[in-house]
């Protein structure tokens, strides 16, 4: 999970915790170091994750739906003339089992399927912070576990790392500039440029039916602050430089920073994400973006 900033039921919580220390690290007799530090990180953040991105599916043009007709993406189905990827109806997540076709399928007729997907017309907005609250291109139903609309963080991406052919998700992340994101240091311990990637624009990682596609990045640089603590986790913050600039799209934006002495109200909060549902080894990744 990655949050944009601390809501106000936080605060008493990180006094506690700042009085804690004041009083560990000024008392002479009580002061110890804090033994095995990444394990202990491990277990709150499984920062050795092994979890793998699986591999997006991208439909079988032979899974038959009917008589003449096959599972094909939504934006290849031209029925009628027009092509259903808005549609009046909300897209559901929840298909019926009986259905051949994923929730981001069209049953088509084989006649009306198109080679190339029609280009969404859609106005691209020259500023920051814009959250698509009723997601692009449509609009999901029967999201019962905090499921995000599509794009509707659009700043929002995902950090992993190349392992061989297959690719281990690290972390999330906010994109501040076409050509760096901000994200968490305590991912990037390593410090492995090389095989750090960052994939913008994305929302569910099964699948690359989505409307609009999904942009990787090769990350060049990292830059963490120079006072990030491992052992308390202060200042977790870290900027990632990429190679080429993300082309910016409807789920391609950057998100706002505030001015400097900028004192926010502490009552609005989101964490978002395609982290555990739970702290530790028992949780479960999600492959539909989160939000809380």
């Not at 910016?248 to 009552?267: H, R, S, W, Y």
């Amino acid at each position: 999970m990655y949050f944009h900033y601390l809501p106000k039921i936080m605060s008493a919580q990180l006094t506690i915790t700042v009085v804690c220390l004041l009083g560990f690290f000024f008392n002479p007799v009580r002061t110890q170091s804090i033994p095995n530090v990444d394990a202990l990180l491990g277990r709150i953040f499984d920062d050795n994750s092994t979890e793998l991105m699986p591999e997006p599916r991208v439909g079988t043009p032979a899974k038959i739906c009917g008589f003449g007709k096959e599972c094909v993406a939504r934006s290849l189905c031209n029925e009628n003339g027009t092509v259903n990827i808005y549609g009046i109806n909300m897209l559901n997540l929840r298909i019926d089992g009986s259905s051949p076709c994923a929730y981001l399928e069209s049953c088509c007729d084989v006649n009306n399927k198109l080679q190339d997907p029609k280009p969404l017309d859609m106005p691209l907005r020259n500023a920051c912070g814009y959250r698509n609250f009723n997601g692009v291109a449509f609009k999901i139903a029967g999201a019962k576990n905090n499921e995000a609309e599509f794009a509707e963080f659009p700043w929002m991406v995902a950090l992993y790392a190349n392992a061989g052919n297959q690719k281990v998700f690290k972390c999330g992340g906010s994109i501040i500039a076409p050509n760096v994101v901000l994200t968490a240091a305590h991912c990037l311990s390593d410090k492995q440029i090389a095989p750090l990637m960052v994939r913008a624009g994305e929302w569910d990682l099964e699948t690359s039916l989505e409307p609009l596609i999904h942009q990787d990045a090769r990350v060049s640089e990292i830059i963490v602050h120079e006072s990030f603590s491992r052992s308390t986790i202060f200042n977790d913050i870290a900027l990632l430089i990429l190679e080429k600039p993300f082309t910016l799209a409807p789920n391609v934006q950057p998100i706002c920073l505030p001015e400097a002495g900028t004192i926010f109200d502490n009552k609005r909060c989101f964490a978002t994400g395609w982290g555990q549902d739970k702290f530790g080894k028992h949780g479960v990744y999600q492959h539909i973006l989160k939000k809380i």
